[in-house]
């Protein structure tokens, strides 16, 4: 109990004596954000062909390669319900096309789709 206290009194002590409590005295402009994400880096190539992948399993596919991809055996309720898999891939999507270009960010509509 007094190790508590005393953990929580020196936490208490950096606290008061630290100024993470007031902003930055200059903050970014949205403008000036917006300027600076336009400098992201291109996707590499293997982002690219895993964009292009993810694009592939989450369009029209023949049934017997929507079965390969997508019937992974679990219930609706299960921790391998296909749910999950399907809001992780469109989680990479999501990421990928952070940074694409116009093509790709088509891509990721049509995978978010």
């Known amino acids: ?12 002590t950096l606290f008061g004596q630290s100024d993470v409590r007031q902003p930055p005295a200059t903050q970014e402009s949205p403008a000036e954000i917006v300027e600076e994400s336009k400098g992201l880096r291109p996707l590499s190539a293997d982002e690219e062909a895993a964009l292009r992948w993810l694009d592939h399993i989450a369009g029209p596919l023949p049934e017997a390669e929507e079965k390969e991809w997508w019937n992974i055996g679990g219930r609706q309720f299960g921790l391998f319900a296909t749910r999950y898999n399907i809001a992780f891939a469109g989680y990479a999507a999501a990421a990928l096309g952070m940074r694409g270009n116009p093509e790709q960010k088509a891509a990721v509509g049509r995978i978010l789709d």
């Open 1 to 12: 109990m007094t190790i508590v206290a005393l953990v929580l009194l020196f936490g208490a």
